[in-house]
């Protein structure tokens, strides 16, 4: 690998969820747009009826999970004015059974 192959976007966004790969949570990677680029492993087992998310608009991933749309407006207004968002309980429907998720959502900025 070469140096320049470390800055390629990819190649950033690779290395950063690396720690994510043995984690616990289920973590996501979304653009600025909030589309989605990136899950890990714990994300597809623990929501394995939403399949595919890569390029899906996450408030509307909360949206097929059953997230109320309040917590939704909530997760989408604190984020864009705060910048990190903490919901301490989202109830979603997964295989009929209900479960209880906590989401926290940071933005990040790189200068690159």
């Not at 589309?35 to 597809?44: A, D, R, S, T, Y």
């Not at 984020?79 to 933005?107: M, N």
């Amino acid at each position: 690998m070469q140096l320049e192959d470390f800055f390629n976007q990819q190649n950033i966004v690779d290395l950063s969820f690396f720690n994510f790969d043995n984690a616990i949570t289920a973590a996501y990677f979304a653009n600025s747009d909030l589309e989605i680029l990136k899950v890990n492993e714990n994300f597809k087992s623990f929501f394995p009826v939403l399949g595919n998310v890569t390029n899906a608009y996450f408030p509307d991933v909360l949206q097929q999970l059953g997230v109320q749309a309040e917590q939704i407006e909530t997760f989408v207004s604190e984020l864009e004015s705060v910048g990190t968002v903490l919901i301490p309980t989202v109830h979603i429907t997964v295989d009929g059974q209900d479960r209880v998720f906590s989401l926290l959502s940071t933005r990040t900025h790189n200068d690159m």
